[in-house]
């Protein structure tokens, strides 16, 4: 017999692995256990099911679960359920990950990219809840070594016809700017994650030597060491080109957060990720950035994300919930 | 007794008012009746109204409908069943025209702005049906005086917050574009509407006194005679000044459609306005702008509408029969 209050929710990330249960009563504020594994750097497919299984076992503690909810890190098609690849971890084109957990487990399985998980949880449990009632819209988006996100419409993820929706880090900011690893120049991601921030002002570093003093403390005059944390800290304590450097990324993201909403008018946007630790600084000018990117009368109300790391997940244990 | 099967749509457009009536069986295909009237240019918001009222009476001849479907040539909250105000007629600030309707003709009244209208009937009516069946989700842009466009997601109009959604026509595509009508620089509007585009062409066969002979032509040297259908037809007839204006409009276009299939991810974009007739040349450069601006395997399938002038009037008419 299931037990109709216990969830299994699975992440599959991209270096992590991690299992947990909750309950509906508590779900968003406690886990009832969660298990994390790093995934080590070959790890194929195989491995990864291997280990999720068994971190799901022992989360389980033989209960068998009412439902069970997963996100993906990578390109999933809900609709049939299957993973089209991973970014990070070989081996997981065309599983039909869905199929194979409902047979597993013995409970339905609803599953969906980690951006789209991300942007559930934070609606249904975090951010996007505005005096515990959820928005009826709202744009979720992740700054980190990327830039993805997931939109909420109506209570529900739209993935669009290929389940790709929310791909802000590729939309057009600058036609002039840095090539991206899209191909094309000037994508948002190109100039606001993380690895590029830190890039760029690497390279400010390298044609200005007189520039950015604090920031060359900071890391003992190793640019190698420079990343996007150290960027915002210099920031902080007034070097120049750290500021600069910074307050380019974060109009980068505004000026994408300003189209989207042109376009979409949601209720609200959240941003996670390890970037949005920046710091006011940061927040300020993606908020102006937007603003001045938008019509008059359209709703600006951009606020950090609620759950941390664990918004995937929580998402996931929304997906279980709702089957959404 | 209200006719179960009458549907009255009245569509307040910004130079005409139109009142139709249909029946759900023949609905997208054929009106019972139909009766236009300009509204002159000096007319107010109660003139509009007492003409509507009267062509729809005119349409009704005497039958109650079940219900009233609206399409607004302005902003509205639909929500709150508000029109805000209209771009061409004076006095329509907060009229609650739902309630109106809704006591005048004793039935069910559901209203939105055009492009929202003419979305939700292309959707139900025209472009939208592959095989008779509806998509997912698409995106109406309409291309005229202005770009504007509309959200269907779902089956359902995605309004968003302040129902401003879909205001392709202000995404930005050149930040040294030219100043817009919204104060910014370079939004798609700026380039790609038809009395920007002749504005363009203006522009460029006073800076080339050489160029542009055919399009000279045309107009017999006057140049504001100019006009985006003109510059069509002398593209069309191998004139490269006017050849290049009409590729740039185009691309802005596709550009600002591309970030929105990035963004969306929609399962089809649907073009209508006066400019979409500008030939095969806007077409392909519309297209392939578009494929240019995202993501390799989304879906890019941008066609022509179906349903002409009359979308907005047949999405008023889904709106009676859904309340959508």
Redesign the interface.
């Known amino acids: 017999m299931p037990s109709e209050r216990l969830l299994l929710a699975l992440d599959y990330g991209g270096t992590k692995l991690t299992a947990a249960a909750a309950t509906p009563d508590t779900a968003g504020r406690e886990w009832r256990v969660r298990r994390s594994i790093p995934s080590p750097p070959g790890a194929d497919a195989r491995y990864d099911q291997f280990t999720m299984l068994a971190l799901a076992d022992e989360v389980l503690a033989g209960d068998r679960p009412a439902a069970v909810g997963v996100s993906f890190g990578g390109p999933v098609n809900a609709a049939a359920s299957l993973v089209l690849l991973s970014h990070h971890v070989r081996g997981w084109e065309n599983t039909p990950l869905r199929a194979q957990l409902q047979s597993r487990f013995g409970a339905p399985c609803f599953m969906d990219n980690d951006a789209n998980a991300a942007a559930l949880g934070e609606w249904r449990f975090g951010a996007g809840q505005v005096e515990a009632r959820p928005v ?2 709202l744009l979720y988006v992740t700054v980190s070594t990327g830039v993805g996100g997931g ?1 909420i ?2 209570g ?1 993820i ?11 880090g ?3 900011v ?2 002039a700017g840095p090539l991206c690893i ?1 191909g ?1 120049r000037g994508c948002v991601e190109s100039i606001a994650s993380g690895p590029n921030l830190a890039r760029r002002a690497r390279e400010r570093l390298m044609a200005e030597p007189e520039a950015g003093r604090v920031l060359r403390e900071l890391v003992s005059g190793n640019l190698e060491a420079v990343t996007a944390e150290r960027v915002a800290r210099a920031a902080e304590a007034g070097d120049e080109l750290a500021e600069a450097v910074l307050t380019e990324a974060a109009r980068a993201l505004g ?1 994408g957060l300003g ?2 909403i ?6 609200r946007v959240i941003l996670g990720g390890g970037v949005t630790k920046a710091g006011e600084r940061w927040w300020r000018a993606v908020r102006s950035a937007a603003r ?2 938008v ?1 008059p ?3 600006v109300d951009i606020v950090p994300a609620a759950l941390g790391d664990d918004a995937p997940l929580w998402g996931a244990v929304a997906l279980a919930m709702t089957g959404n």
Chains 1, 2 share one sequence.
Do not use: K, V, Y
Not at 159 to 168: H, N
């Open positions: 009826a819209s939109w419409l109506d529900r739209h993935g669009g016809a290929e389940g790709m929706a929310g791909e802000i590729h939309t057009m600058d036609p899209c094309r000026h189209t989207a042109t376009l979409m008018n949601p209720q001045a990117n019509l009368g359209m709703t």
